[in-house]
């Protein structure tokens, strides 16, 4: 088992544009977590999946990002039309339901440079 | 709602002196608490964690006990050192039917000098 994967690792573009970000969680693990972290804070919570199901979204969670997990494997979140204020590092984590301990597997992350 | 708080950083340190990073929460219910470590262009890694109170977590030296009475559950290490230069987050989740997520303090960056 190699962990959680995430790609891709960096992003820059331009406001305005789309992104798609993609996250492979450790293959057991049916709970799939995203959070974002800026310079110098901790990772906030976005949204998470049990299975294909998306149970909870953070108020950060604007209009212009979706998250899917189609087929309760990997996961995508995309942000539309984006600005300069989502730059950020997205992380997307993953944990077993049946975990006592809730401890959750983080991945790298994707670094998305909004210019 | 919930909330983790931690001391500021950065703090600076020299090999082999006591580290002490202060946490403190607010939560309802009995919350799991958590020490994640960052280190520098890595991911977040789960260094210790602890489910209910007066539980010690511990790993690669590190320990931290779950303090109800404190609300409190600050990380120490008898020795530290140059390798452990990085940023420490404390988290805790909320636990039940409450979907598990983790609720982060805001970093303390640890440097620790030959």
């Known amino acids: 088992d190699t962990g959680v994967s995430q790609n891709p690792r960096h992003k820059i573009t331009k406001r305005g544009q789309n992104v798609t970000f993609r996250c492979d969680p450790i293959?057991?693990?049916?709970?799939l977590y995203w959070y974002r972290q800026t310079l110098g804070q901790g990772p906030e919570f976005l949204t998470y999946?049990?299975?294909?199901?998306?149970?909870?979204k953070s108020r950060l969670l604007s209009d212009r990002f979706s998250a899917e997990r189609p087929k309760g494997s990997f996961s995508t979140l995309e942000i539309q039309r984006t600005e300069q204020g989502d730059s950020a590092m997205y992380l997307c984590?993953?944990?077993?339901?049946?975990?006592?301990?809730?401890?959750?597997?983080f991945g790298p992350g994707t670094r998305l440079t909004v210019l | 709602g919930n909330s983790v708080t931690q001391m500021e950083g950065p703090v600076t340190l020299s090999e082999e002196a006591f580290l002490t990073i202060n946490c403190t929460y607010t939560?309802?219910?009995?919350?799991?608490l958590f020490w994640y470590v960052q280190y520098p262009g890595e991911g977040l890694q789960l260094l210790l964690k602890?489910?209910?109170?007066?539980d010690k977590g511990s790993n690669k030296g590190f320990e931290a006990t779950y303090r109800k009475e404190t609300t409190s559950f600050h990380l120490e290490k008898g020795s530290v050192q140059v390798s452990d230069s990085a940023v420490y987050f404390c988290?805790?989740?909320?636990?039940?039917?409450?979907?598990?997520?983790?609720?982060f303090g805001q970093g303390t960056e640890l440097s620790v000098k030959p």
């Open positions: 999946f049990q299975n294909e199901a998306q149970l909870e």
């Open positions: 293959s057991e693990h049916n709970r």
């Open positions: 939560a309802t219910g009995y919350p799991s």
């Open positions: 984590a993953s944990r077993s339901s049946g975990s006592s301990y809730n401890e959750q597997f």
């Open positions: 602890a489910t209910k109170a007066d």
């Open positions: 988290a805790l989740s909320e636990g039940g039917n409450q979907g598990g997520k983790l609720i």
